[in-house]
């Protein structure tokens, strides 16, 4: 049983919810500045604008979660055990996906685990989120494949 499950939860990843919100509030700010560097070694300004609005959006993820655990949020940085950008930008973009698919998994089961419908619908409104950067990430991915091999 927690405050989040007062009858014994049938899912017992349920029990370390509070935890699990703490550990998506660190990945997002983690995601935050990992995605600034790589908005620095983005291949044109328009990639960098993009990438910097994704920046945003991962930040404010943070402040919905830090104000769901009723902390304030940390300041936008990377955290020293923040993983740093390798400064290949496929390369990086390649790790920003894989980022992004897990927070998606992740999200789904803190969805799973919400304590009210009102929070389940904030904690899937962010999964959509992810899955829309780990599109466009994708798509950048893909529009610079087109660039490297043009049509003929």
């Known amino acids: 049983m927690s405050k989040y499950c007062p009858e014994p939860?049938?899912?017992p990843q349920c029990d370390n919810y509070r935890d699990m919100l703490e550990e998506s509030l660190q990945d997002e700010i983690c995601d935050a500045g990992f995605y600034a560097q790589?908005?620095?070694?983005?291949?044109?300004?328009?990639?960098?604008?993009?990438?910097t609005s994704i920046v945003?959006?991962?930040?404010?993820?943070?402040r919905l979660q830090a104000s769901l655990l009723g902390i304030c949020p940390p300041p936008v940085s990377c955290p020293p055990d923040c993983?740093?950008?390798?400064?290949?930008?496929?390369?990086?973009?390649r790790a920003a996906i894989r980022g992004e698919l897990g927070a998606i998994r992740r999200y789904a089961e803190l969805a799973g685990c919400a304590p009210t419908p009102e929070i389940r619908y904030l904690l899937?409104?962010?999964?959509?989120?992810?899955?829309?950067?780990?599109?466009?990430?994708?798509?950048?991915?893909l529009g610079q494949d087109i660039c490297d091999y043009p049509c003929r």
Do not use: K, Q
Request: glycine letters at 8%; one cysteine or more; proline letters at 8%.
């Open 9 to 11: 939860c049938p899912c």
């Open 38 to 51: 790589i908005a620095n070694e983005a291949p044109t300004d328009i990639l960098r604008e993009i990438i």
């Open 56 to 62: 945003g959006d991962e930040y404010g993820h943070a």
């Open 83 to 93: 993983p740093p950008a390798t400064g290949d930008f496929e390369t990086d973009v």
């Open 124 to 141: 899937t409104s962010i999964l959509g989120d992810e899955y829309a950067h780990a599109r466009i990430w994708n798509a950048m991915l």
